[in-house]
């Protein structure tokens, strides 16, 4: 095993972020790493915003005008993008990860990426 | 050769991350997937039938067949894993040093125990509403 290649550091960190000059491998960890961090923080904003249901139904239906925002429409619109690049993306990664598909890497990512593309047509086409 | 370098790297337990760990972050991925479909299809066709869960009350009656907390906190066991064991594999790659990494390690998991407990206590308390 050699282990000085790819050590971790504070400063490769962030260029984790940038996959540009990178191949399609970096751009696929870059783009799952993303989404993975807007879907958590969605996922917390989720929950506090859900414990309005405790307080009944005033401070809920109040909170719910929002959802005709503009701009809380294409945070949601956002998150179920980022949902679906990150699912298809990871369909690739446990496949990969139980032996399938290993060689065919890139055409497995780009294959759920065309896929992601329609789902995301289909969904943008189905909320606005 | 740029085949290679993609195809050489699989997803793997990263230093820091122990096997178990990352199994269970590759088996919860799957599950999300059919959790998170049965999550969609019940909030927005099963709620009220054209407009989805858009009122406080729409909510509470939905919540009355007891299949829908059941799917909520399955769900929101397996995502709050999920999420929170990916942010560690995430802050695993700025390289802490043992002790910060076993701080943060207490605090996702302070984290996501006090979020599941609290997703619990809402889902049953939602649904204890309608009666």
Known sequence: ????????????????????GRQVGGWAFALNRITALGLTLYLFL???????LAQGPGAYDKFLVLTENPFIKLGEWLVVVAAILHGLNGIRIVLTSFGVGVVRQRQLFYGFMIVAVF???????RMY | ???????????????????WLWLIKIVTGPLLLIVLLLHFIANHYLGSMSSGLMTYDDVIRYFQNPIIP???????????THS??????ILLDMNPSRPILKVVTWLLVILGVASIVYGIWLALTIASKGS
């Open chain 2, 84 to 89: 929170l064991i990916g942010l560690r594999g």
């Open chain 2, 1 to 19: 050769m740029s085949q290679s370098t993609f195809s050489s790297s699989v997803s793997a337990p990263r230093p820091g991350e122990t096997t």
């Open chain 2, 70 to 80: 059941a799917i909520e906190i399955l769900f929101l066991i397996t995502v709050v």
């Open chain 1, 46 to 52: 989720h929950l506090i915003v859900l414990g309005l």
């Open chain 1, 119 to 125: 789902a995301i047509l289909i969904f943008t086409a």
């Open chain 1, 1 to 20: 095993m050699n282990t000085t290649r790819n050590q971790p550091s504070a400063r490769k960190f962030w260029s984790w972020f940038i996959p540009i």
